[in-house]
């Protein structure tokens, strides 16, 4: 498929010819993004998360009172989870609340997040993002002009220094490499910006993808 790119002032730039395995699927899976999301969410907690428990309130231990005769419960410390005061029962730990997700399974769901920008229209080819001085007003009224609001932006493999600088203010304005693409910011940005260094190495990277025999009789099917 062909897409036409832009520049950053909003001048055409030639046309892009992207892979149909990437991004040129029609049913998109929302289960597939929901996975990823999960995970990549689930990931990213600290679990940090921990109450105290019996032996680490500092609760005097002696017993309340004698153990028989009262006519109340039989009771042998203020630490237990029923007093004001005491430990918590089976409360949160300090763990890591990640899982595993098979790597063709991201892969694919990548592939799928793609794909949902181009179907909807929310995805830009830039020939470069390159600026001359890092000023910030400068850019958000190029930002402006094209429309780009609540937008994530994947600038290459690495980031023009003076780009990074100017943007980094922005409200909304997600910049990252290559490497920092992932389904979650793409899926909650209004807009996916791309450079053609971007597309190169997304096309390379996934470029020997196999298709599923599901996806293979689908595709047979339509």
Known sequence: MKLSSINLDGKAAGD???????????????DLLARYVNWQLAKRRAGTHKVQTRNENSRTG?????QKGTGGARHGSR???QFVGGSRAFGPIVRDHGFDLPKKVRALALRHALSSKVKTG?????????????????????FGKLGWTRTLIIAGPEVDANFA???????????LPNAGLNVYDILRA???VLTKSAVEAIEATYADYKPSRREQAEKEAA
């Open 165 to 175: 600088l100017a943007s980094r203010n922005i409200p909304q304005i997600h910049v």
């Open 16 to 30: 892009v010819e992207l892979s149909d395995v990437i991004f040129g699927i029609t049913d998109i899976r929302g």
């Open 122 to 142: 929310d995805l830009v080819v830039v020939d470069a993002l390159t600026v001359k001085e890092a000023k910030t007003s400068a850019l958000r009224e190029t």
């Open 190 to 192: 209004d807009k996916l």
């Open 79 to 81: 630490r237990a989870p």
């Open 62 to 66: 002696k017993k309340m009172y004698k």
